[in-house]
């Protein structure tokens, strides 16, 4: 009886696969400033565009269409030095039932800093993030949003490239905001435009990219075609680098500078 029941044990040993957490084809960390250059209101948009993007059919069908079907997904705010925190943590998402309710929780959510930009502090949480993943991703990708420089906390360069040499793609949304405040003006339009000093200074890894939003009214339609690219693993071809978000609205034009 004893020998009888060993051998059940080791057939269940050798059949029974360890459990093991959800492949996904992509995790990406949604990297967002929310500094004080970025009122309430654009504020509101920003998190109203997250929410059309991730509910949109667009970004729905980029998910399905992976080997796997489904992502993993998380956000974090940042604004100044010591000023980064994970707003919704790892979910995956595989249809418009789990993008919802992602969408439900990021609308709840209160608005976490009103400090400076320290782009890279946001990196380095993002890859902390990933560090931590509960999945399988076959990719990682840190998503920057924000519509300054950097101007608190470590270079964000260094925070890039050791990013980068971990494996991990950085691309990134500039979100042109033209500033009443003379103070903030070096800050949102710095020399050569923020989408320039994004793709310099921020995006890195094969295939990395910067789309720009000439807008906050604009952003859902950017951060769409966006996700719908890191999903899929695509770059923008190379005349669209400098891909910019100012037609009408309701145009669904995209011009390029």
């Not at 492949?23 to 509101?44: H, M, Q």
């Not at 003379?182 to 310099?200: D, S, T």
Request: charged share 20%; hydrophobic share 45%.
């Amino acid at each position: 009886m004893a020998r009888f029941v060993w051998m059940v044990m080791c057939v269940l040993t050798l059949t029974v696969a360890p459990a093991r957490a959800e492949d996904v084809d992509v995790a990406i960390v949604l990297v967002s400033d929310v500094s004080r250059s970025v009122n309430d209101g654009e504020y509101k948009l920003m998190k109203d565009g997250y929410a059309a993007a991730l509910t949109s059919q667009a970004v729905l069908n980029a998910i399905r269409g992976g080997a796997l079907g489904a992502i993993a997904l998380t956000y974090v705010e940042f604004a100044g030095a010591n000023e980064v925190r994970t707003v919704i943590d790892w979910r995956v998402i595989s249809d418009r039932t789990s993008a919802e309710v992602f969408v439900e929780s990021l609308a709840a959510a209160p608005r976490s800093f009103w400090g400076r930009t320290a782009i890279g502090e946001g990196i380095d949480h993002g890859m902390r993030m990933l560090a931590r993943i509960g999945h399988q991703p076959m990719r990682r990708v840190i998503d920057v949003c924000g519509d300054g420089t950097n101007n608190s906390g470590r270079e964000v360069t260094d925070a890039r490239d050791e990013a980068v040499a971990q494996g991990v793609i950085i691309n990134a949304l500039a979100i042109i905001n033209d500033s009443p405040f003379p103070w903030a003006q070096a800050h949102v339009n710095p020399p050569g435009g923020l989408l320039n000093y994004f793709r310099e200074n921020v995006v890195g890894g094969p295939g990395a990219f910067a789309l720009e939003a000439r807008d906050f009214v604009r952003f859902g339609e950017a951060m769409t075609r966006k996700l719908v690219l890191e999903i899929a693993g695509r770059a923008p071809p190379p005349d669209s680098q400098l891909a910019r978000f100012d037609q009408p609205q309701g145009s669904g034009g995209l011009s390029r500078p």
